[in-house]
Structures are given as C-alpha cells and as structure tokens.
C-alpha cells in the first residue's frame, strides 16, 4: 500500500509547494521594493503570451517538488529551469493543441486509469505494489483516504493528476503521429539493394588543396550574394557581448613554502597523538575514513609505512600535502558473497520474527521472495552477489565483522531494514581504518587581500565607461577577454564557477556599462558591456570568412573538373597530375568509405552509378572525383523485402517519435527571461 509518507518519499519534498507559494505571497508584497513598479513581471513567453513571475515560481516549485527538492549545483539549477519551461510548455502549448485535437482525457477514461483499465505511467510508477510489481489499486483508494483532510496532500495528488493526464494525452499524440509513419515502396526496394549490394571500382581524386588559394578570386559581391541567398544557413540566438578583466586569487612561492611548513609540524603533532580520534575531532585538517582497505588498496609508499605501523608523510599529491596513520585494524573475508530480505523500517516486528525463523532453519531464500520490497533480488531469493569488505557502509561493515558463512545478520540502514545472509566469505586480509591529514595548497589571507586590493583598484579606475576600463587595463598591464552571452544562456564561457551574477548583470546593462567588482568563487572579475545583438540572423561580416571558404571551394572545384578530361578514368588520372586507386565493399548504408574517407557525395554516385561507365566529377568535402563501378555483388539471402519493409517502418515510427516533441518546441516560438530572477 503506497502511504502518504511514502508518496511524500516518492515524489519529492512537497511541503517545498507550500513554501514556494509563502514566499511568493510575500515577494508580491514587496513589488516596488524589488523594482517590479506594482505589476507581476514578465519572465518570458511562448508564443507571444506572457509568462508572469507568479505563474513561473508556481511551476518552478512544482517542478522542484518532483525533482526532490533545492538544486544545489549549477548543473542541477539548469535541469530545474529546463523542466520548468518544459512543463510551461506542456500548460501553454501541448495541453490547448490536445484539446484542439480531440485528445483531452474524460472522466471515465480518468477513472478507467486509477482501476488500472487502461496502463498509466505515472500512476504506475508511484502505486506499485514491491511485492508483485503490479499496478495497486487498492494502494491509490488509500492515499486518496489519508489526503481528504489534508491540503498539502491534495496539492500533491493535483500535481499528480496533472502529470497523469498529460502523460495520457501526449501517448495518444504519439501513437497518432507514429501510425501516420510508413515506409513505402520505394524506400524498402533501396534498403534492400543497398543490404544485399556491394560495389568495387576505381576512383581518381584531386584535392583542392592542391590550387593555392591566393590563385582563386572571391569578390565581396559574390560573398554578398551567397549571403542573400543561403541567409537561413546563419540563424544566431540573441546575445551580448562583454571584454572582462579576471584576477585570480591564487598561492604565492611564499604561501606554499608556509603550507608546507605547517604540514610538517601538524604531522609531527598527528604521529604523537596518543588519542587519534580526540585529535581528529580537534583538527579541521584531519578525517578518518569510514571504511576499511587492505594494503593494495593503497599506494606502495603508503603501504610500506602504514603495515610497518609508521606515519606516512607528509608527501605532495596534487595540490595538497597528505599524511595518514592507522587508526585501527580488522582481520576479515577481503569479499563476501551476500543475499538480503528488505524491509521497510516501519517493519520492525516482521524483522524479528524473520530472524527467528531463519534462526530456526526457515529457508532464508523462501522468506526472501515472499516478504523482501526489494523487488529484483527477491525473485532470486534475495541474491545479491559478491561484494568487497572495502566497499561496504560502515553500518554493514560493522555488522558483517567476523561473520561466517550462513550467518544472519540485521542491519536498520536509511529508511529500510535489510536482513543480510552470508553465503561465502573470501580470502581473510588484515583491513586498515585509515586517518588522514590534509593541508591544500591556497592563498594566504595576505595574498587575498593584496588581490582583493589590486582587483578594487582596477574596478575604481574602470569605472563609468569602456574608455575607462580598457585604459585601466593597459595602466595595470592586463589583457581583457571577450566572450558572448546568449539570451537564457546562464554561464559566461571560459570562466570556471557559477557566472550567474555576470549573466544577470549584463542582461540589465547598457553599452559601456563597467560591473563592479563581482566575486566568483575566489576570484574577481570586472567587465563591460560592449555590445548588444538582437539581429535574427549573422551579420555578413561575421560570416565572411565562412562563405569565402565556401566559394573559394566552389571554384576551386570548376578549375578541377574543367581539366578531368579523358576517355577512361587512367586518362582523366593523368589530365590532374594523380592516379587511380581502387574501392571495394562498399553499401549503401556505409559512412565512411576506405581510402576516400567520410563523403556522401562520392558514395551516392557509387551506389547508383552504372557499372562500367565513369561519372562526372563530383564536388567532395575535400576534393573532386570521378569513379566507375567495376563490379556489382548481389547477395539476395541478406535481407528480404519483407525483413526491410518490417526493418524500415521501424525506423520510420521511431524517428518520427524521437522529433515530434523537437520539432513542437521549434515551431512554438519561446523567450527565456527567467535568468534575471532564477
């Protein structure tokens, strides 16, 4: 039976929705404190509707709500705000388009799904029952009787709803897209010649680096023109470009000769300790590990100190000065070969009496498939395999100390009770509980404020416009940087830490604009705002360069081909100065072909030329060539047209099911402002 506890388990920390909506409330209250002048602002929109704050922050709690809780890493910040809009999305674009279809879910369908009538993904995965690993439908009748009286429980099954719902109507969406794919006959006689056909020949290439581009002349009216006519090739996302000044906070020779110094005495100090542990306790510096290694386990110098029952230390590892000492000691199986019953830890008398059971010879591996949640050992008696002594949790570890084979043992780990059975021990090792002392090399407190310092002196003399910033720059001999910040775009390439400060700043600034001095992680940076692009496309001067390389191909290609002359392919061969070379085993569906290299074009014309003629030049990635077909090998057995036909409407279903949600969200057109306020 799913209880609310364990919904509350399964879907993330709920009581975060109510927060959210508190903290909404009370933001709102603050509106012209915080600038939003009396109105609830615009974080973005899709397809031209506005999305306010107040309907963000409700889906962004929501969402957090799914996803367990606070984001507490940049990555898991940019997954948050991802499936917001994700979820914006499905509220503004997926669920109106469904409704329009016809695709809305009834209350009879709705009520079909909770029996378990009709297959649910979302109501599936929370009301499973461990022990069968069917759908219960007992187990939503008791959740919905605890959460009546219960408000933040109603909001969780609302969301679950909601989710449900969707989930539904987008499978339909799905299936109707997916049976509109089919593969026709055209397509199932190609993937059939191309199974069971091989070809060999001869090519020639000339490569066009073989004409010296100073010989070819581009003018900018071609360039121009090639712009006008392929300007969908140079679509860009909006951005802002910004010169910034990095100061990085780092050690001194002085602050590494001192680090190393205080290694020395606190090593000095950790080898004396007669009580480790009170000493570990005491010294930021120092860890004991949880778990305990054998000496392989551990560097040969290491090894040779700590068995000899010495101190080893302190060595330079990296960045850091490292000491370690035994702290204790344990003759154990190196491995255990384990099987497990699992409970939950609301379950305590059931552990006992499993215990005396299996105490009294009850089989271990019968109670393990009738009473373990743990649904994939349970089905093969609670079997879980062989697993070394070093890597278990200090709970387990303890517990299976000097256990023997057929030994039972009960261990209450997070929110479930496992009940470990020892099939096999290993081979019985000396184990070490290892305590380390680590001092990382890192800037003194007199070498951060003497950057602190020289980093707020640029920042003053900076100050007010980029004229001042970059004259700063030269007075101080820096170097600035450049880099572009795409619209929604929530980091600052090539700098390392969370930019998001940076990010916010100039998405607020002007032209000219010079930030204070801003903090990232260690270090400091002060930049300016020189410039703003909100140009749908490149400009031709950014692609100039691309476009020249292009045509500069291009003609190249025209000087190549004019000179291929000759009656055979020995002939043409000898009219560019190169020779012929063969192919063999080359299909259809091939991607890179041997000698020749990754060249679309030159395999298409293999694979449909007639054998025994000699094509046209073909303009190649790399160069241009001309190929005849020497011999055709058919092997009809490979594949059938019935094989393929199944093979191909495969292929088509599923390409289709992988673009459908791309190709929604590319025609629905979406603005991201959320990152002046997530």
Do not use: C
């Not at 009520?111 to 599936?124: C, D, I, P, Q, T």
């Not at 459908?660 to 979406?670: G, K, T």
């Amino acid at each position: 039976m799913a209880s609310l506890n364990t919904l509350r388990t399964k879907f993330g920390v709920i009581l975060s929705i109510v927060i959210g909506g508190a903290l909404l409330a009370f933001i709102l209250s603050l509106k012209t404190e915080m600038g939003f002048s009396g109105e609830d602002p615009k974080v973005g929109e899709i397809n031209g509707e506005k999305i306010l704050y107040s309907e963000y922050l409700a889906a962004y709690e929501d969402v957090k709500a799914q996803m367990g809780g606070e984001a507490y890493t940049d990555q898991q910040a940019a997954q948050l705000l991802s499936a917001t809009w994700q979820n914006l999305m499905a509220d503004h674009v997926l669920t109106p388009g469904f409704e329009e279809l016809g695709l809305s879910i009834s209350e009879q369908e709705r009520a079909a799904m909770l029996k378990g009538e009709r297959h649910s993904n979302v109501y599936s995965s929370l009301f499973t029952n461990p022990q069968t690993g069917q759908f219960d439908v007992a187990a939503v009748a008791e959740f919905l009787s605890q959460v009546k009286d219960n408000p933040q429980a109603q909001k969780m099954w609302s969301i679950i709803d909601k989710q449900a719902k969707l989930d539904r109507s987008l499978a339909k969406y799905m299936a109707l897209i997916r049976n509109s794919a089919y593969a026709n006959k055209l397509e199932i006689e190609r993937g059939v010649k191309g199974a069971n056909t091989t070809f060999g020949g001869r090519y020639v290439a000339a490569r066009y680096n073989t004409i010296a581009d100073s010989l070819v002349t581009v003018s900018d009216a071609e360039i121009k023109q090639y712009y006008k006519q392929h300007k969908n090739l140079y679509k860009q996302t909006p951005y802002r470009t910004i010169s910034y000044v990095e100061f990085d906070v780092l050690p001194t020779e002085a602050d590494k000769e001192q680090i190393a110094e205080q290694a020395r005495i606190a090593t000095e100090e950790f080898a004396a300790a007669a009580d480790l542990k009170a000493y570990v306790r005491d010294n930021r510096h120092a860890s004991i590990a949880q778990s305990y290694v054998t000496s392989t386990q551990m560097t040969a110098a290491e090894a040779e100190a700590l068995t000899a029952g010495k101190v080893y230390g302190p060595e330079l590892v990296g960045n850091e000065w490292r000491a370690s000492r035994v702290v204790a000691t344990r003759n154990v199986a190196d491995s255990l070969t384990l099987k497990h019953i699992v409970l939950s830890y609301t379950d305590g008398e059931l552990a006992d009496s499993l215990m005396t059971a299996i105490g009294r010879g009850a089989s271990f591996e019968e109670l393990a498939s009738q009473h373990s949640i743990a649904t994939e050992t349970a089905s093969t008696g609670g079997e879980i395999g062989t697993i070394a002594y070093s890597t278990l949790a200090p709970e387990f570890a303890d517990a299976l100390n000097g256990k023997r084979a057929g030994e039972t043992v009960k261990v209450v780990f997070g929110n479930v009770i496992q009940l470990m059975k020892v099939v096999k021990t290993g081979k019985v090792q000396k184990h070490y509980q290892v305590a380390s002392l680590v001092y990382p090399i890192e800037p003194s407190q007199d070498t951060k404020r003497a950057i602190h310092t020289e980093a707020s002196t640029f920042a003053v003399a900076a100050k007010g416009s980029q004229k001042n910033f970059d004259q700063a720059a030269a007075d101080q001999n820096l170097t600035p940087r450049s880099a572009n910040i795409e619209d929604s775009e929530r980091m600052v390439r090539g700098l390392n830490g969370s930019t998001l400060e940076i990010v916010r700043w100039a998405n607020d600034a002007k032209v000219g604009d010079v930030s204070e001095l801003i903090k990232i992680d260690n270090n400091y940076v002060v930049a300016v705002l020189t410039g703003v692009n909100d140009e749908e496309y490149k400009s031709v001067e950014e692609v100039t360069t691309q476009i020249r390389n292009t045509l500069l191909r291009d003609k190249k290609f025209e000087q190549i081909a004019a000179k291929m002359q000759g009656a055979t392919i020995d002939e043409i061969a000898t009219s560019v100065n190169t020779k012929v070379s063969e192919f063999n085993g080359v299909k259809l569906g091939a991607y890179y072909i041997p000698g020749i290299g990754v060249e679309p074009r030159v395999l298409g014309t293999i694979t449909a030329q007639q054998t025994g003629t000699i094509s046209a030049p073909i303009k190649g990635a790399s160069g241009v060539y001309v190929v005849v077909v020497d011999e055709t090998t058919t092997a009809p057995e490979l594949q059938t047209a019935e094989q393929e036909k199944v093979k191909a409407q495969a292929e088509a279903e599923q390409n289709v099911a992988r673009r459908l949600m791309y190709a929604v969200q590319e025609m629905s057109d979406i603005k991201d402002e959320s990152v002046k306020y997530f």
